[in-house]
């Protein structure tokens, strides 16, 4: 009998526990909380500390005075351990960063301080997210149990309907199978719809894989994501594949051709409804960016609808780019210029707003459309707000009518 | 054993509710954390919280984040159990490894209400109160070893000193 992606880089059957060792070990802006747990085991030096991979992209640049003393103990403990993985505030997000400094990597282990690790299956790794007291303890003795998952294959067949994309894709599966559908579990994305995505649309999918509950969420790698790991892969490498006669533990089948574009409504992520009965729910910000939406496609998408166009008055529209390299892609390509033309307001790649702690907090009454990945109560600001997540097309749209809207009016 | 009150929730809590992430990327104590605990979920929780209280809720718990404050606020907050109808994976682990005990239980959960006084027997596995008696199995061994010790960094710090010796 065959193994899945799963069973085979973890070396056992699904069910069982194993101790593992993992190629990269991401952290963020939580570095500072781990290095103090890490102090407590009374161990000097880092195991092996060229796993490390430590990102500053939550709150940058430090936007009070307890955030740069968070980022000043990152830096001196970086010095102090010989960490040559740091990215300081000027990269952008995380799981950005990962995959374009080349860290993401097909057949690879990667564990992370944040839930949205799950985002390099895109590229063919396992890699999932664990808490800050385990990254501490991976920092000590590089090594960690982690039980074999079951593996969900949701098969996505057919060509994108108009005005929709991945980030519709992965709203209408959550929505569909339930935000915990696929607690403690893995799951593949398959068929001739995931292999046909770019690496954007996977990295949307992969990401949101968190927010179904998954330990990971696997493409198999391609040759597109090997063309996009030449000449920036950080180690050598060897592709996974689950065999053809792996057991899984269920299998779905998605059809892109009868996609309509997808909303998350408040407060919960599978709270999921098509635009034509979310259509006119009036809205006062707008966030296009995010580890889950950023990107220089999501900036092309957005700025084809607000060109030669102004946003409503009634709302505010940031635009963060994913990250430096996607920033500076978007200017030369002329998108930023389109988008601040048309009144958005253009930040400093990172997290932003969307974890609630600078650069767009909402008051308490106000509604959010977002194209991150989380619309929890309070999430983006007050108790008292609500967040809808959308595609970056549905967010441009609604830019303009200060309402959510649907995007296929302006295609 | 301890006698603890009940405090009630639905499904699908977030860690978000639990521990909002404005507070997540700043150096805080445990007494502070707990005055943030469940802050928008239930704002009465962290002003009447007392030691040895429960808590009971649906499905999915501490869904979302990784942020291991979702854990480590409540027991600073004094709950000495989560008792849930499933848990969010993340949040599992990092409840195991600040040494909160988490109880998969969904009799429990279904029989008890807000303001119930609970007693929880860890060696039987066993919620006893006014609503009836409810077994729990115990932790798998892989994870036991955490609990016992009192958490992962107590666990690795006995690893890595039996490891020397």
């Known amino acids: 009998m065959g193994a899945t992606f799963s069973e085979k880089i973890l070396g056992k059957k699904a ?15 939580n570095s500072a909380a781990i ?3 890490f102090a407590k085991l009374g161990v000097e030096k880092i195991k092996n500390p060229d796993k490390l991979v430590i990102i500053l992209d939550h709150v940058v640049p430090a936007s009070a005075e307890k955030y740069a003393l968070n980022h000043k103990l990152i830096r001196e403990f970086v010095s102090q351990q010989g960490i040559s993985n740091f990215f300081d505030i000027h990269h952008g997000i995380c799981h950005q960063v990962f995959h374009e400094a080349g860290f993401a990597l097909p057949g690879k282990l990667i564990l992370g301080a944040d839930s949205h690790t799950t985002s390099y299956g895109a590229l063919g790794a396992f890699s999932a997210g664990i808490g800050r007291t385990e990254v501490a303890c991976l920092w000590a003795t590089d090594e960690i149990w982690l039980r074999v998952p079951e593996t969900f294959r949701i098969e996505i067949q057919g060509g994108y309907a108009a005005g929709t994309f991945a980030k519709d894709l992965i709203l209408r599966i959550i929505g569909d199978l339930g935000a915990d559908c696929a ?16 690496l954007a649309e996977r990295l949307v999918l992969s990401n949101m894989a968190a927010e179904m509950g998954a330990k990971n969420g696997y493409f198999e790698p391609n040759q597109m994501v090997l063309d996009y790991l030449e000449g920036r892969a950080q180690l050598e490498f060897e592709p996974i594949f689950s065999d053809p006669d792996a057991v899984y533990e269920r299998t779905f089948t998605f059809d892109l051709s009868d996609l309509e574009p997808q909303v998350a409504c408040p407060h919960t992520v599978d709270n999921v409804k098509p635009i034509h009965e979310v259509a006119g729910i009036p809205i006062h910000q ?10 220089f496609e999501d900036l092309e998408v957005a700025a084809g609808i607000l060109k030669n166009r102004k946003i409503h008055p009634s709302v505010r529209v940031l635009v963060i780019p994913a990250s430096r390299q996607e920033y500076l892609r978007a200017l030369k390509a002329g998108l930023l210029e389109v988008l601040s033309e048309a009144g958005c307001v253009i930040l400093n790649p990172g997290c932003g707003p969307c974890l609630g702690a600078h650069q767009g907090i909402l008051a308490p009454g106000e509604t959010a459309l977002s194209t991150a990945n989380r619309n929890f109560r309070g999430r983006m600001g007050s108790r008292e707000s609500a967040i809808y997540l959308a595609s970056p097309a549905t967010a441009a749209a609604s830019a303009l009518t200060g309402k959510i809207m649907d995007p296929r009016e302006y295609l | 054993m301890r006698k603890g009150r009940v405090w009630k929730y639905g499904d699908d809590v977030n860690t978000d509710v639990i521990f909002p992430g404005k507070y997540t990327y700043t150096p805080m104590e445990p007494p502070e954390m707990a005055q943030h605990a469940l802050e928008d979920l239930d704002p009465e929780f962290a002003k009447k919280v007392k030691l040895g209280d429960v808590i009971v809720a649906g499905k999915n718990f501490g869904c979302g984040s990784s942020r291991e404050q979702a854990a480590s606020c409540l027991k600073f907050a004094g709950i000495q159990a989560v008792i849930a109808k499933s848990f969010a994976r993340i949040f599992f682990r990092n409840a195991i490894n600040q040494g909160l005990p988490v109880i998969q239980c969904q009799e429990a959960v279904d029989s008890l209400g807000m303001g119930d006084e609970v007693t929880i027997d860890f060696s039987q596995g066993k919620i006893s109160g006014k609503a009836g008696e409810f077994k729990f199995p115990r932790l798998p061994d892989s994870v036991l070893g955490i609990v016992e ?8 710090k006995q690893k890595i000193t039996s490891r020397e010796s």
């Open chain 2, 149 to 156: 010790a009192g958490g992962l960094i107590e666990y690795t």
């Open chain 1, 286 to 295: 707008v966030l296009i960016g995010t580890c889950t939406n950023g990107r």
């Open chain 1, 15 to 29: 069910g069982e526990v194993v101790t593992v060792s993992p190629d990269f070990i991401l952290s963020h802006d």
């Open chain 1, 35 to 37: 290095s103090q747990e």
């Open chain 1, 183 to 198: 607690n403690y579990l893995a799951v593949e994305f398959t068929g001739a719809g995931a292999q046909n995505m770019s």
